[in-house]
């Protein structure tokens, strides 16, 4: 099965700086790849999301992400980070069986 | 649409007894996924569904949990009995179909004691 690995379990950053979550996975073939937000007390919310093409993705809130397919990577960024972003950020990585797992997650402090 | 609707929001139960947790997925779409989340073990994987029928439930801890789709509208996770380790919140998500996203429901956040 597929597996993802967020390797920061919190960062914290000033807010206006700029940003970079990791994300690596394990898969086989090319894989589905998504990042979701979650709020304190929140279900889970999309992001953004690769598929195929262009590697280089934008989401929402001024997100985007890019696919290294030679890195197995998938990092999120943003240029400029907003006290609102502070939350828990999860990547997950979907698969052909329909399967759909997720990494640990990092938690993100944004400081005044 | 509504999105994807959990109850209850919040379940305390004494150990021993049955909970059952409700999801009612987005309309149209052909696979629900069951997770557990908790601080030690993060986000994980229970069980899913497709087409109503389940095709991996490899992550489901033990017999006391077991969960059904009796239909394209409703699923249940069931946890029989209850254990204070079971405390936790459990999500319930549907997605379209391969390929697609996953849509979240709220959750449900469980306590034994």
């Known amino acids: 099965a597929q597996s993802v690995t967020q390797p920061d379990i919190h960062i914290t950053v000033s807010e206006g700086a700029s940003l970079e979550l990791r994300c690596n996975y394990s898969?086989?073939?090319?894989?589905?790849l998504f990042w979701y937000v979650q709020s304190p007390g929140q279900g889970l919310q999309l992001l953004l999301k690769y598929f195929s093409g262009d590697t280089l993705v934008q989401g929402i809130k001024g997100f985007e992400a890019e696919f290294k397919r030679s890195q197995s990577s998938f990092n999120l960024r943003k240029p400029s980070v907003h006290w609102s972003d502070a939350a828990e950020y999860f990547c997950?990585?979907?698969?052909?069986?329909?399967?759909?797992?997720f990494g640990a997650g990092t938690r993100l402090t944004v400081k005044p | 649409d509504a999105g994807v609707i959990q109850s209850p929001r919040h379940e305390v139960t004494e150990m021993g007894q049955e909970v059952t947790l409700r999801c009612k997925p987005i309309?149209?779409?052909?696979?629900l996924f069951w997770y557990r989340q908790t601080m030690m073990r993060g986000l994980e994987l229970l069980i899913y569904?497709?087409?109503?029928?389940?095709?991996?439930d490899s992550g489901m801890p033990e017999d006391r949990f077991s969960a059904k789709m009796p239909n394209a509208s409703f699923s249940t996770l069931k946890i029989q009995p209850s254990e204070p380790r079971d405390s936790a919140v459990y999500f319930c998500?549907?997605?379209?179909?391969?390929?697609?996203?996953?849509?979240f429901g709220q959750g449900t956040r469980l306590t034994v004691v």
């Open positions: 309309s149209g779409h052909n696979s």
């Open positions: 569904f497709n087409n109503n029928v389940p095709i991996d």
């Open positions: 998500a549907s997605r379209y179909r391969e390929a697609t996203e996953a849509f």
């Open positions: 997950a990585v979907g698969a052909n069986n329909n399967d759909m797992r």
């Open positions: 898969y086989g073939a090319t894989p589905y």
